[in-house]
């Protein structure tokens, strides 16, 4: 072979292997069966060429491709994943951080299609906040907590200097002396109320006797309430109720008009009879006031 074939067909062979590797570099499985998705995403924050792709914490493909469209302002990015692995076609490709440093990936969160997704679909896409936004979040309520406390703290180390200054102070000075004079007084009393032992005791002694009399005093009244009670029994033991019966017939009967007393007090013809006769008596009186010789004749001889 001569010289200029070998160098021709050497040029060739470094150029295939360059092509290759940078093919390979750029996220394509030269060797294996792959097939190919898109999504288009807004934005492409930690995502480049070679960026893993993961089905069920599998790694299953890498992103082939990220175009950049000027209409739309958006990514279209392009995945090469093996065709081992099916999904749903209504499938989302969801980009997350692995890791605390923000390491990005993308994973496929399955649909409930029964229809498989085919190569040169254009999937849904979605995004996951890292881990540092979410414990960034999480902190947040606790910072604003802190920053509450830290406001209380100050507002009570302000009255604290508020209360110690120099008025205040003498005022809390004189508080403490008022009261170290109470329990000077309360002292005192004490001590009165102690060297007056015996006359306390002679009070509680009259005040026992006074308790002792009102105890006779309610036994004689327990007894009046006793005799009252036999009182009350011989009473109920008499037949008063029987003797009432006797007086109620007794009015009913003097109030019947068929009898005698009923006439008397039911008829006006007893009562006409007196009023006539009392009339009759007052014309008589006057006859003989004015012509007593009519009614009186004296003969003398």
Known sequence: MRK????????????????IAVEFLKGKDIFSRTDTYYIICREVDGLEISTPVTVGGFHAGRISDIEYNRE???YTVTISMSREFEFPED???????????GTKKIKVVAGTSSIPASSGDTLQSGS???????IAENIQPAVSGLDSLIRNINRAVSSVNLIMDEDNRAA???????????ASALASLSSAINGSSPEITGIISRIGSITVSLDSAAASAGNAIANAEEVTASLRDAQLGATADSLRALLVRMQDPSGSIGRL????SLHNSVTRLSND??????SIRND???YIKISVF
């Open 72 to 74: 739309s302002m958006d």
């Open 4 to 19: 200029e074939v070998k160098t021709g067909l050497y040029a060739v062979i470094v150029i295939a292997v360059t092509l």
């Open 91 to 101: 499938s989302r490709m969801t980009a997350y951080s692995s890791d605390i440093l």
């Open 128 to 134: 996951e906040a890292d881990m540092l936004s979410s």
């Open 281 to 286: 008596l007052d014309s008589l009186v006057r």
């Open 265 to 268: 007090l039911t008829s006006d």
């Open 292 to 294: 007593p010789k009519k």
């Open 172 to 182: 809390v000075k004189d508080i403490l002396l008022k009261l170290d004079s109470t």
